[in-house]
């Protein structure tokens, strides 16, 4: 006699392992979430620099999100892009477009905003984003876990 797993303890094996996996990567997300938020404030609020320091700015902002990338993916032992599964991948989109934004209205008002504002038009547009980047990165955790779960 073996003791092979049935067909039904073999998927509640395998069930068991993906929740435990990716309850492993959504938790613990505060710290990274703000992390992200503000290096994503960081990269919007660098276009408002000179070349070549908004370049230096976001290869700056974006070695910082590799780094954390690679650190959750060293603590969790997962390495999760953002782009899977589906709907978390369209909230990354989404996420990446309003940055994208933020970026554009930083370079706009450094030609239409007159010096005196412009200080005050960039610190808003940098809060905006860091509270965008904060939401987005919220919103993504919340659709991953629930596509995961099967819920989604």
């Given at each position: 006699m073996?003791?092979?797993?049935?067909p039904a303890d073999a998927l509640a094996a395998i069930e068991a392992s993906r929740?435990?996996?990716?309850d492993r990567v959504a938790s613990h997300g505060w710290r990274y979430d703000l992390s992200y938020a503000a290096i994503c404030a960081g990269m919007v609020g660098a276009q408002a620099l000179d070349i070549p320091f908004n370049v230096t700015g976001m290869t700056l902002g974006v070695l910082a999100l590799v780094l954390m990338f690679q650190a959750a993916a060293r603590r969790t032992g997962v390495r999760v892009t953002g782009v899977s599964p589906r709907h978390a991948r369209w909230v990354a989109?989404?996420?990446?477009a309003v940055m994208a934004g933020a970026m554009l209205g930083v370079v706009l008002a450094r030609r239409m905003v007159e010096p005196a504002q412009l200080s005050l038009v960039v610190a808003a547009i940098i809060a905006v984003a860091f509270a965008l980047a904060l939401i987005g990165s919220r919103l993504w955790r919340r659709v991953y876990r629930a596509e995961m779960r099967g819920e989604g």
């Open positions: 073996t003791d092979d797993p049935t929740r435990s996996v990716h989109i989404a996420l990446g």
